[in-house]
């Protein structure tokens, strides 16, 4: 007799040979009305004059003395995470700008099938957008592989000031900076697997298998529905981004390779930097990353969240991260 587990496995395995390839208008009418908005918001800035940046940039107040704040999305989602901490970001008046732009791979910016995916190039794309937009003096708030974005623009800027802009102040969620204690989630080391990330980003890139795994990330303080994680979903799948995710997650790789020059960079940096961590992240376990904050990185502040927090604070605890927010920028 045949165990419901296996009755399941069956049916993916067979229901994969029908590859699911929705046009982005297919998408776009299972969009939210939040995502939709989010989404019509937005507009295209010309990266190296061939690809497409998604972005939003809203101007708060006219005082240019004032910086902007640009917000860095994580692995494997989009600049929608933030949309949340938007809404409340827009009711003060204490900053010029807020910017947020999806990277190329990943949301709605293009996704190129034939291209070098890489940290360097995603702070490039910073330095890029910002001076497009004439920014010269920016809060920077970051999550996941936004951390390891945030890193090598701060090394670039300990180098003699290499960006175009200045970070007046720093903002870390729940980035993996220490490889040591990182701990990839089972899909994230399947996408890396040689014989099995093409197969598995483009035959079983499902939404059934998505949500499974993607809310274990998320601390039981969040419930998530079903609008709630086809969003999520769906921005992911925007532009074909599934068969992209094998090589955007490289970033894993780049992390080994320049983790210490990363680490180096946030103790050499005088720029305040603030670490925010939800404890019931899997990625990050709650047993060693707070500890290794402290005694590795001592100039860096932390505040911990709810045990009930997980990967995504900005999402999960929004209100309480704006007030931390708030209180270490002033």
């Known amino acids: 007799m045949f165990r419901p587990s296996l009755v399941i496995l069956i049916a993916l395995i067979i229901g994969s040979y029908y590859y699911d390839n929705k046009s982005n208008e297919q998408l776009q009418s299972e969009f939210s009305q939040i995502l939709l908005n989010w989404f019509r918001q937005g507009t295209y800035f010309n990266y190296k004059n061939v690809h497409k940046i998604f972005y939003i940039s809203e101007e708060l107040d006219s005082n240019e003395q004032l910086p902007s704040l640009v917000l860095l999305h994580g692995f494997p989602t989009s600049s929608y995470d933030y949309q949340r901490l938007w809404t409340l970001i827009r009711q003060e008046n204490k900053f010029k700008s807020i910017i947020a732009f999806d990277y190329l791979g990943y949301g ?47 090394r670039r800027d300990n180098l003699s000031g290499q960006n175009h802009f200045k970070i007046e102040k720093l903002i870390l969620m729940n980035g993996g900076l220490f490889t040591d204690i990182y701990k990839p989630i089972i899909t994230q080391e399947i996408l890396r697997t040689r014989y099995l990330k093409d197969v598995v980003s483009k035959y079983f890139f499902k939404f059934m298998i998505f949500k499974y795994s993607f809310k274990k990330v998320f601390g039981s303080l969040t419930h998530l529905s079903d609008e709630n994680l086809l969003d999520f979903f769906n921005c992911i799948k925007y532009n074909s ?41 899997p990625i990050n376990p709650r047993n060693k990353f707070p500890q290794k904050i402290l005694t590795q990185l001592p100039n860096v502040r932390l505040n911990v969240l709810s045990e009930l927090v997980g990967h995504y604070p900005q999402y999960e605890d929004t209100f309480t991260v704006w007030q931390l927010i708030k209180k270490f920028l002033n």
């Open 108 to 154: 709605f910016s293009d996704k190129p099938i034939d291209y070098e995916y890489s940290i360097f190039d995603m702070a490039d794309m910073v330095d890029k957008l910002l001076l497009h937009l004439n920014i010269t003096s920016v809060y920077v708030i970051a999550h996941d592989v936004g951390d390891t974005v945030a890193q090598e623009l701060l």
């Open 241 to 281: 981004g599934n068969l992209v995710i094998p090589m955007t997650i490289g970033y894993m790789h780049e992390r080994l390779q320049y983790g210490e020059a990363w680490i180096d960079a946030l103790n050499e940096t005088m720029i305040p930097t603030l670490f925010i961590y939800g404890p019931a992240d």
